[in-house]
């Protein structure tokens, strides 16, 4: 019987996935509003768009810089700390010249990643045991529910008063997470500090950078395609201008469906989980490839990869502890990961798709998840063979994360 109960996360959890949910928001905005923020500051659209590549950046170094030297103070404060500095960097740029607003950008980025760094090194110490893949995986639901519903929110915003109101909403609901942590959040001491040479062994087991190689081409698989949906259903299915939105959303919900439903089964095993997902995501991306002019193809393809995708950031994030374990230096590296995968599928697909058409992605993403599943043959086959035998009514021993 599945001992397995979501009751077993506080839901204290939900509100570290508020300030998560407010910052990705701000992150995936900027995308919605370029046309006004270029037209505007006076700059092209090219050129506005740096402020998400440079959002970007700061993340793939803000778990090391930031994230997991905070992670030895108490949890609660540095929570609430770091979204309080999210909200003044960001309204500082908002009123800024154009070469500050850029430049703190990238320390927003920088913020999101050591909030991410300190919040998944703090759930895994608030919740043990099996209910963990569940408690990470509301950690990610931010990052789902920041674009499903946060960037169309927000994109709103920004047409009906001005982009700057639209960053200074969010700003707000940044201040309200930071208060609601501040006032429920458990107080959880911080974690003693490492040293170097440990910090370096930690990362030194080529298992853990396999599970990290793994959730990149993932990631990257998902997001070369992601962000060409759009230009595909309009130019290749034939969709109106005006659907594509709903479509969209339907793939976000798919996404935020997914990331609840992977964190439930996670437990089982998450390297298991991942072949599943990877499989299903590939599937997806081959089938809108090969019908891109049927509609009904396009839907299902579109709930299959954002049911995926992204969607298995909390077993990727399983794998991980299961063999490096929650340390702040393991916890560092998520974020860095998944942006690293952001930055390697946006690119890519940019490049493929101006040298081949807009549906080249799909292929490139398929590549990606092909490559996805490889690594995962070596550890799935080590499994295989340390599996005993199965005897008669014998009961396997709980596990809280099987590998």
């Keep these: 019987m599945d001992k397995f109960s979501g009751e077993d996360v506080p839901p204290s959890v939900w ?3 508020t300030g998560i949910f407010a910052m990705v928001t701000s992150e995936f905005m900027a995308a919605g509003l370029l046309p006004d923020i270029s037209r505007d500051i006076g700059v092209t659209v090219g050129a506005a768009s740096m402020l998400i590549s440079g959002f970007a950046l700061g993340q793939v170094f803000g778990g090391w810089a930031l994230g997991m030297p905070l992670t030895r103070y108490g949890a609660r404060n540095v929570l609430a700390g770091i979204l309080v500095l999210f909200a003044l960097v960001q309204t500082i740029g908002v009123l800024s010249p154009w070469p500050v607003l850029l430049a703190l950008r ?5 913020a999101l990643a050591a909030y991410f760094t300190v919040a998944l090194s703090t759930v895994t110490r608030l919740v043990p045991g099996e209910a963990q893949p569940q408690a990470t995986a509301r950690v990610f639901a931010g990052v789902t529910i920041g674009t499903t519903l946060g960037l169309p929110l927000a994109t709103f915003a920004g047409q009906s008063l001005t982009w700057q109101w639209a960053f200074h909403a969010d700003t707000v609901v940044v201040l309200l997470a ?6 429920a959040l458990p107080p959880l001491p911080g974690v003693t500090p490492t040293p170097a040479r440990e910090l370096v062994g930690q990362l030194a087991d080529l298992r853990l950078w396999a599970t990290f190689v793994t959730a990149g081409l993932s990631i990257g698989g998902a ?3 992601f962000g060409f949906f759009s230009a595909i259903l309009q130019d290749e299915t034939g969709v109106a201008e005006g659907a594509v939105p709903w479509l ?4 976000g919900l798919a996404s935020v469906v997914g990331n609840y439903y992977v964190g439930r089964v996670t437990h089982t095993g998450p390297t298991r989980v991942v072949a599943i997902g990877v499989a299903v995501m590939l599937a997806g991306l081959l089938l809108f490839r090969l019908a891109p002019g049927s509609l009904p193809v396009a839907i299902l393809a579109l709930i299959l990869i954002g049911g995926t995708g992204v969607s298995l950031n909390a077993a990727h994030t399983a ?5 490096g374990g929650a340390t702040p230096a393991v916890m560092a590296m998520t974020p860095t990961i998944v942006t690293s995968g952001i930055l390697l599928g946006t690119a890519t697909g940019g490049v493929v798709a101006d040298a081949y058409g807009v ?3 799909l ?5 990606l998840a092909a490559l996805a599943l490889m690594s995962l043959v070596p550890e799935l086959t080590s499994q295989r063979r340390r599996e005993p035998a199965a005897q008669p009514g014998a009961q396997a021993d709980a596990c809280p994360i099987a590998t």
């Design 15 to 17: 509100l570290i996935t």
């Design 106 to 110: 990238m320390v927003s980025g920088l």
């Design 178 to 183: 930071a208060v609601a942590i501040a006032a």
């Design 223 to 225: 997001l070369v395609a």
């Design 248 to 251: 969209l959303t339907v793939y």
């Design 319 to 323: 794998r991980t502890i299961a063999v």
């Design 359 to 361: 549906l080249a992605p």
């Design 363 to 367: 292929v490139v993403g398929a590549s």
